[in-house]
């Protein structure tokens, strides 16, 4: 009986051992290419689905000045990229390259799991970037990415339906007591106000609207009148000028589809959103966010990382670099309305202004006169879901503002450690 | 376990052979061993062994991990949590198990006698045992959708008001089990349809002759007859209800308000949203232990109400 048992257990052991070994081998054989050419992936979330032939120009201008390299783009949709990102770097199948916002910048480049683009090209030139961009992804004095584009939030609206109810159209001076107004007179018969969503995002740059704090001094400083001034001006418009959780019911892009079909009188989104608005039966337009007692706009930072382990680190740089400064990036992202490039050159940036719609494009650049940064820490995803959560609670009306943020801000703190 | 120990008794009792017929013997058994043997030690449990590994660090998936010892077990078993985890699986549990054994035995009591299109129902009613669950779970929140859903609009149609179903915390729960229960009732039919069919139909005559009604011939021959399968439907069911996930994860996503934050959910979000993936991992076998334990004690208190006939 012994003897047969470790038969079967060394037989066994064997065949493992032989599938362990085929497969470490299959993940090393990549490296010598057809021709001695350099296979590069890349990993981004905002090219698909609008700009994914945009993203293709980018890369056929690349790979025509560097014929060894062939970037090979995965894409995913940003509500899965972060998991997909973090397995494949568990999983040691990290992508040589990827796409990375300022909130999630921190977590990755404290984990030591990005290439420093300082040296990885040596080449230290960063004269083609805005400055404030390119600072905006250092960590510890190293350029762990470059900045490869920027957006903003703006107020987005449906002309024609501020002309049929006679209501005036928004201008840079509202606060939001001319949009609440200007909301309720436009919600009925079907065509809903305005459209904010309830959650940490919008809950941040709210709270500078009207003078406060997200924290300071590593503690949550929300929980003041401030932060319940920002959030009832949020958690009141739903079941108002705003469809509930109930009548949104789950629905992806609900609210995209809604303004898409005449429905929404005035969305809070990006700049991002504007390509895909090219062909609505509708006039529409954008203005700078009325502000409470000051203005302050969202801005959201993407740049090109490399993973610490890429095996190509040159080709990862003059990528990198390629993509988020060179010409041909940032002329194909200002005529195809894909985000803005972080680029010096405002002679570049002014070919954004071209595009006869939406006519007000001038608001994009006055929006980052007063912008309202997103606050960052290491448990960064964990902050944005505690915050969401206790905000819809008091959406939903089964909390009351002040027991929700107090709530949240002791989740924050307990976060912060 | 009794039946993996029937063939090594009998080769324990074979006469004595010489070597190398027993040499030979032991390479047959484990040929056919291999093509269960091989994906159970490399996706079970060499799987199983890292995440006890991971669970013993602190690990964000992009750093190297850190030994931090029993701590996620000491953490996870004080944080609120993990309770309203454990809290919002037994709910599940107490609301799935008496529902899905009571429809699968009636439908299985129906479909039992002879009757027009009986093998088309038994198929009609098996279908969602073998659909996706991702297919079944958008199913559901498409019906219960409180504001377009077919099931609102019906109730509407009485003069009544719907429920918020999923969006509502005190029903998102009851829509889960619904729809789980709807999903596994044609595998509990079939288990015990099997177990009916061995019923012999002396016994049910032998009581009708001695004037038994039906309510007593249910009770009295065919309940306790078909215990074996109700023992075996309950443990299947109640292992299965422990790491109920996908129905959770499409439908409402632990929301809202945590309401259906269940076990697996935790593990999930905690793993990839997170990246706490050793805190996830403890959590993973504290799971285990507690589903060990309760199978345990079936499996101990069977002898007291399963009949073998």
């Known amino acids: 009986m012994a003897g047969s048992a470790r038969v079967v257990a060394a037989t066994l052991i064997t065949a493992l051992l032989a599938t362990a070994c085929s497969q470490g081998s299959a993940t090393r054989t990549e490296e010598p290419a057809a021709g001695g050419k350099v296979t590069l992936r890349y990993f981004t979330f905002s090219a698909a689905p609008d700009h994914v032939k945009d993203l293709d120009t980018i890369v056929a201008a690349f790979e025509k000045e560097n014929p060894t390299v062939d970037v090979q783009v995965e894409t995913a949709p940003y509500d899965q990229y972060f998991t997909k990102l973090q397995t494949s770097i568990a999983g040691q199948t990290a992508p040589d390259t990827f796409e990375l916002n300022y909130e999630n910048f921190v977590t990755y480049a404290g984990a030591g799991s990005l290439l420093d683009l300082g040296t990885a090209g040596g080449d230290t030139d960063t004269s083609g970037y805005a400055t404030e961009s390119l600072n905006a992804f250092k960590h510890d004095g190293k350029q762990f990415g470059l900045p490869a584009s920027f957006s903003t939030v703006v107020l987005l609206y449906n002309k024609d339906l501020f002309e049929k109810a006679g209501v005036a159209l928004p201008t840079a001076d509202w606060t939001w007591e001319d949009e609440?107004?200007?909301?309720e007179k436009l919600t009925g018969d079907g065509v809903f106000g305005d459209f904010q969503p309830v959650t940490f995002f919008e809950f941040?740059?709210?709270?500078?609207?009207?003078?406060?704090?997200?924290?300071?001094?590593?503690?949550?400083?929300?929980?003041?009148?401030?932060?319940?001034?920002?959030?009832?001006?949020?958690?009141?418009?739903?079941?108002?000028?705003?469809?509930?959780?109930?009548?949104?019911?789950?629905?992806?892009?609900?609210?995209?589809?809604?303004?898409?079909?005449?429905k929404l009188a005035m969305w809070h989104n990006g700049i991002w959103q504007f390509a895909g608005l090219k062909d609505v039966p509708f006039g529409w337009d954008v203005v700078v966010e009325p502000g409470d007692t000051q203005k302050a706009s969202a801005v959201f930072h993407n740049s090109v990382a490399a993973s610490a382990t890429t095996k190509h680190p040159r080709e990862a740089y003059a990528w990198a670099k390629f993509m988020s400064s060179s010409n041909v990036a940032a002329t194909t992202r200002i005529a195809s309305s894909w985000e803005l490039p972080p680029v010096s050159d405002q002679a570049v940036l002014a070919g954004y202004l071209k595009d006869p719609v939406p006519a007000n494009r001038q608001a994009v650049f006055d929006s980052l006169k007063s912008i309202a940064l997103p606050p960052v820490i290491a448990r960064q995803q964990e902050m944005q879901d505690a915050v969401t959560q206790e905000l819809t609670e008091a959406a939903a009306g089964r909390k009351s503002v002040e027991d929700a943020l107090t709530e949240a801000a002791a989740k924050v703190d307990a976060l912060l450690g | 376990m009794t039946l993996t120990e029937t063939p090594v008794e009998q080769v324990a009792k074979q006469p004595v052979r010489p070597p190398r017929k027993r040499l030979r013997y032991a390479l047959t058994v484990a040929v056919f061993l291999l093509p269960s043997a091989v994906p159970l030690l490399l996706f079970t449990l060499i799987p199983m062994a890292g995440s006890l590994w991971t669970s013993l660090h602190e690990w964000n998936l992009i750093t190297p991990m850190r030994w931090v010892g029993l701590d996620n077990y000491a953490d996870l078993l004080t944080s609120e949590e993990t309770h309203a985890a454990f809290g919002h699986t037994l709910y599940f549990i107490a609301g799935y198990l008496p529902l899905v054994y009571a429809g699968g035995l009636g439908l299985a009591m129906l479909l039992n006698r002879a009757m027009k299109g009986r093998d088309l129902f038994r198929a009609i009613y098996f279908l969602p045992v073998v659909t996706s669950w991702v297919v079944v779970a958008l199913l559901w929140k498409w019906l219960l959708n409180p504001a377009s859903g077919i099931v609102n609009w019906a109730i509407g149609l009485a003069g009544l008001e719907g429920p918020g179903w999923w969006t509502d915390p005190d029903w998102a729960m009851p829509s889960i089990i619904l729809a789980s229960a709807w999903k596994d009732l044609g595998f509990v039919m079939i288990i015990l349809l099997a177990g009916l069919q061995a019923i012999p139909n002396e016994y049910i005559e032998a009581a009708r002759v001695d004037?038994?009604?039906?309510?007593?011939?249910?009770?009295?021959?065919?309940?306790?007859?078909?215990?074996?399968?109700?023992?075996?439907?309950?443990?299947?069911?109640?292992?299965?209800?422990?790491?109920?996930?996908?129905?959770?994860?499409?439908?409402?996503?632990?929301?809202?308000?945590?309401?259906?934050?269940?076990?697996?959910?935790?593990?999930?979000?905690?793993?990839?949203?997170?990246?706490?993936?050793?805190?996830?991992?403890?959590?993973?076998?504290?799971?285990?232990?507690?589903?060990?334990?309760?199978?345990?004690?079936?499996?101990?208190?069977?002898?007291?109400?399963?009949?073998?006939?």
């Open chain 1, 180 to 183: 609440k107004a200007a909301a």
């Open chain 1, 204 to 262: 941040y740059k709210a709270l500078k609207q009207t003078g406060g704090e997200f924290m300071a001094g590593g503690k949550s400083t929300f929980n003041s009148p401030e932060g319940i001034k920002a959030a009832k001006w949020l958690v009141e418009k739903v079941g108002k000028t705003m469809p509930t959780e109930a009548e949104i019911g789950g629905t992806a892009d609900y609210d995209t589809n809604l303004f898409k079909s005449g």
């Open chain 2, 211 to 309: 004037g038994a009604n039906a309510w007593q011939r249910f009770r009295r021959i065919t309940l306790p007859l078909l215990s074996p399968s109700t023992f075996f439907v309950v443990v299947i069911s109640l292992i299965n209800g422990f790491q109920v996930f996908d129905q959770v994860h499409v439908m409402t996503g632990g929301g809202p308000a945590g309401a259906t934050q269940v076990v697996v959910e935790q593990v999930y979000n905690l793993t990839f949203k997170y990246g706490r993936a050793g805190e996830a991992s403890a959590l993973s076998w504290l799971l285990f232990a507690v589903v060990l334990v309760v199978t345990i004690f079936q499996v101990r208190g069977q002898r007291r109400w399963v009949n073998y006939g």
